[in-house]
């Protein structure tokens, strides 16, 4: 039985996207693509929590600096434009959970592993494309949020067939709800005016390749192939997951194939993310 309609849910999550106007500011600067380092940094220090994540994210062992990042102009230089815009994003994104317990610890841990996996793919065999496969890999489970967010009670029913009757997600949530997060994620996404890139990678990071829309864009193609290979990777590892699934295989999934992904370096890749996340989720701690 479903604990609301698609639509209403949709529209009950409707003012989730908690944006600061310094946020929008920022974000104002960086597409009209004039601003130096030092109106940016002037602009974040209007937010305390989006300035502390900024100087965070910058002095994260990601960046492997000799000196510690101590202004704001600073951290905007380390971090690039491109990163400078994905932070706020994952900013925008971390604001939207309405509680912060167990299962969300493991909403937001498996996003974040799932965004860094995703641009370390995408770095090693796709590279202009890597800042699209992280903030599409932070954001694919957006649809899950909100039905934890509203339906909370349904969605620990839906915790309980995955993890309880092995259940993939899609399927028990199709069961309790009678529509998936997939689903709700792409239209929260279009209702937000998210890139389609982002839009589409939220729609079809569960669709196996005979069961997928056709694809004309092959940048949109390539994406799918990192967040599908990065998301169960982290499945492969257990983050964001009761426990590891080390039986997981990865040589089988189309998105190997797309990638050129030799099979004998996917136990290399699965070990380099784990590192890469063990590394880098100190800056994302909740």
């Known amino acids: 039985m479903k604990a609301k309609s698609l639509d209403k849910l949709v529209a009950k999550a409707g003012d989730l996207r908690t944006i600061s106007t310094v946020a929008q500011r920022v974000l104002d600067l960086i597409n009209a693509d004039h601003a130096t380092a030092g109106m940016l940094g002037d602009a974040l220090s209007k937010d305390q929590s989006l300035a502390a994540h900024i100087l965070r994210v910058a002095n994260s062992a990601f960046f492997n600096l000799s000196r510690e990042i101590t202004t704001l102009p600073m951290a905007v230089s380390v971090l690039g434009l491109r990163n400078l815009r994905d ?13 912060f317990g167990m299962t969300e610890k493991m909403l937001w841990s498996h996003s974040v592993a799932c965004a860094i996996a995703a641009r370390l793919l995408a770095k090693r065999y ?11 890999g932070l954001l694919h489970d957006m649809g899950k949020v909100v039905l934890n967010n509203e339906c909370p009670a349904e969605f620990t029913n839906v915790m309980m067939l995955t993890y309880n009757e092995g259940y993939s997600s899609v399927r028990a949530e199709q069961e309790i709800y009678g529509y998936s997060h997939t689903q709700v ?16 990678v939220t729609f079809q990071h569960h669709c196996d390749e005979e069961s997928r829309p056709p694809v004309e864009d092959p940048d949109l193609l390539k994406v799918l192939a990192c967040v599908d290979l990065a998301n169960l990777a982290c499945k492969a590892l257990g983050i964001g997951y009761r426990e590891a699934k080390p039986e997981i295989s990865l040589e089988t999934r189309p998105a190997t194939e ?24 100190a800056g994302w701690a909740v």
């Open 87 to 99: 932070q706020i994003l994952v900013a925008m994104a971390r604001g939207t959970y309405k509680r």
């Open 185 to 200: 994620g792409a239209m929260i996404s279009r209702n937000w005016n998210y890139p389609p890139i982002i839009i589409e």
């Open 126 to 136: 796709v590279p202009r494309l890597a800042e699209d496969a992280f903030i599409c």
């Open 258 to 281: 797309s990638l050129s992904i030799p099979p004998a370096h996917l136990i290399e890749l699965v070990t380099q993310i784990h590192e890469t996340y063990q590394k880098e989720s």
